[in-house]
């Protein structure tokens, strides 16, 4: 099912005249996000000329149905609580309390402060941006848990204002999912919308007079016409990335148990016919028995043909390799979204990892257990940003400031400094802002 990279006896770029270049050689899914922009930005300029007026029109297009409100009434998500299943609800609060507790622990100091000298000082200060927009998917799958992803670091940030904007769904008589709602609910977030796709970034990127005030900040995945709206928006907002298809890459060795890799594989595979699922190994052996365990999972699977899409595609491989230090160079050189270890001293192969957006140590911490449980952040960087990218997390949503407070003598300390600097760049006034401080008022 798998189609199968034979790395054994060569060697990354620089070690020798045929190196490969890692980073390349395992294909990922086709985006073109720039082919998107074409698509999305009449619609973000039509949001921001007509508001509400082009919201519905993108509504009825794209959804196929028209909100009686855009923005989600109080009692359909006080509802969505009452009527969540015991067990779920159970889950649900799990999630969010786990994930509470690391982004707890992911805040840190509040601040550095720095003495250079008697009387001068530089302090940093953590300020949360004030409002943001974030955006949970309900295409393929009514993802209930972005909502906890997104809303719990915002919240633990300091996030003054934070709304939630969610497709509307036929079957559910334009509301989002109940469960995207109900998650809402559990949170504490009051200010929920009813609006999809590019336009839900325009909406919070612009304002819509009457109806939503602009954000600061967008965050969350979505399909490529989300991402491409946040790259077009991006300045007028910050955003968090710009999120690809998922990904799962396991660096797995002879110990590891095949049933398990495989199913987790699969799993990753469902999310989207794009997802890439990866197995790096140095056991010809464990990669024959993984190949045999797939056909029967996927043909189980309730989503076996979305599956097979993305087992069958070219972002999805075996790539066997000589040993597990070549196997880590490759993990390294692509960078995955999701990276399972799975080989003996599994801890010691994690701390040398330097790019995955998360990563799961050991056959007991399985890539779905980070989707929903685990504590920490699935918002995470694909297409290899995690060579540059971190996932979402509390500091995502704050902003570093310097304050800087000098007394008399500290500025004479440097004074000259400045001037020297200041003249040395052609900007005078620049240091006779600072020398007019120390001249003879007569």
């Known amino acids: 099912m798998l189609a199968t990279i034979d790395l054994r006896g060569r060697t990354a770029d620089g070690a020798d005249g045929a190196g490969l270049d890692y980073a390349r050689v395992v294909p990922r899914a086709a985006v073109d996000v720039e082919a998107a922009l074409g698509v999305v930005r009449p619609v973000c300029d039509d949001v921001a000329a007509r508001g509400e007026e082009a919201l519905r029109e993108y509504s009825e297009r794209f959804d196929r149905v028209v909100p009686a409100s855009f923005r989600v009434p109080q009692a359909a998500i006080d509802e969505a609580v009452e009527r969540l299943d015991p067990e779920l609800r159970a889950a649900f609060e799990v999630s969010i309390a786990r994930r509470r507790t690391v982004c707890a622990a992911e805040l840190g100091p509040a601040g550095v402060d720095v003495e250079l000298a008697p009387g001068a000082r530089v302090t940093q200060r953590m300020v949360p941006i004030e409002r943001v927009g974030l955006y949970v998917p309900g295409g393929l799958a009514p993802l209930a848990s972005s909502v906890i992803m997104n809303v719990v670091p915002a919240q633990v940030a300091g996030c003054a204002s934070i709304a939630v904007s969610s497709p509307p769904q036929r079957e559910f008589g334009g509301l989002p999912h109940p469960s995207i709602l109900a998650v809402c609910g559990l949170l504490g977030v009051e200010e929920v919308y009813a609006v999809g796709g590019a336009q839900a970034v325009a909406m919070f990127a612009y304002g819509v007079p009457g109806l939503c005030r602009p954000v600061k900040m967008v965050t969350g995945p979505g399909?490529?016409?989300?991402?491409?709206?946040?790259?077009?928006?991006?300045?007028?907002?910050?955003?968090?990335?710009?999120?690809?298809?998922?990904?799962?890459?396991?660096?797995?060795?002879?110990?590891?148990?095949?049933?398990?890799?495989?199913?987790?594989?699969?799993?990753?595979?469902?999310?989207?016919?794009?997802?890439?699922?990866?197995?790096?190994?140095?056991?010809?052996?464990?990669a024959d028995r993984v190949q045999?365990?797939?056909?029967?999972?996927?043909?189980?699977?309730?989503?076996?043909?979305?599956?097979?899409?993305?087992?069958?595609?070219?972002?999805?491989?075996?790539?066997?390799?000589?040993?597990?230090?070549?196997?880590?160079?490759?993990?390294?050189?692509?960078?995955?979204?999701?990276?399972?270890?799975?080989?003996?001293?599994?801890?010691?192969?994690?701390?040398?990892?330097?790019?995955?957006?998360?990563?799961?140590?050991?056959?007991?911490?399985?890539?779905?257990?980070?989707?929903?449980?685990?504590?920490?952040?699935?918002?995470?960087?694909?297409?290899?940003?995690?060579?540059?990218?971190?996932?979402?997390?509390?500091?995502?949503?704050?902003?570093?400031?310097?304050?800087?407070?000098?007394?008399?003598?500290?500025?004479?300390?440097?004074?000259?400094?400045?001037?020297?600097?200041?003249?040395?760049?052609?900007?005078?006034?620049?240091?006779?802002?600072?020398?007019?401080?120390?001249?003879?008022?007569?």
């Open 292 to 442: 045999a365990a797939l056909p029967d999972q996927v043909a189980a699977a309730r989503h076996s043909e979305r599956i097979t899409t993305s087992m069958s595609g070219r972002q999805s491989a075996v790539v066997l390799v000589d040993d597990l230090e070549q196997g880590l160079a490759v993990v390294n050189a692509y960078a995955t979204e999701h990276l399972e270890i799975q080989t003996r001293d599994a801890g010691a192969l994690a701390a040398r990892v330097t790019n995955a957006g998360a990563i799961f140590v050991g056959s007991w911490s399985p890539v779905s257990l980070g989707d929903y449980s685990a504590g920490s952040t699935h918002v995470l960087p694909t297409g290899a940003c995690a060579c540059h990218s971190s996932g979402l997390n509390v500091k995502s949503f704050l902003k570093a400031v310097h304050v800087v407070e000098y007394s008399r003598d500290a500025l004479a300390e440097v004074a000259r400094h400045v001037e020297v600097f200041a003249e040395a760049e052609d900007l005078p006034s620049h240091g006779r802002a600072v020398s007019i401080r120390f001249a003879d008022p007569s």
């Open 223 to 286: 399909n490529i016409y989300v991402v491409a709206a946040k790259r077009l928006l991006r300045g007028i907002v910050s955003i968090d990335s710009e999120a690809g298809p998922t990904e799962i890459m396991v660096l797995a060795d002879e110990t590891a148990d095949p049933t398990l890799v495989a199913a987790d594989l699969v799993s990753q595979s469902e999310h989207d016919p794009l997802a890439a699922a990866v197995l790096v190994t140095d056991s010809p052996a464990l």
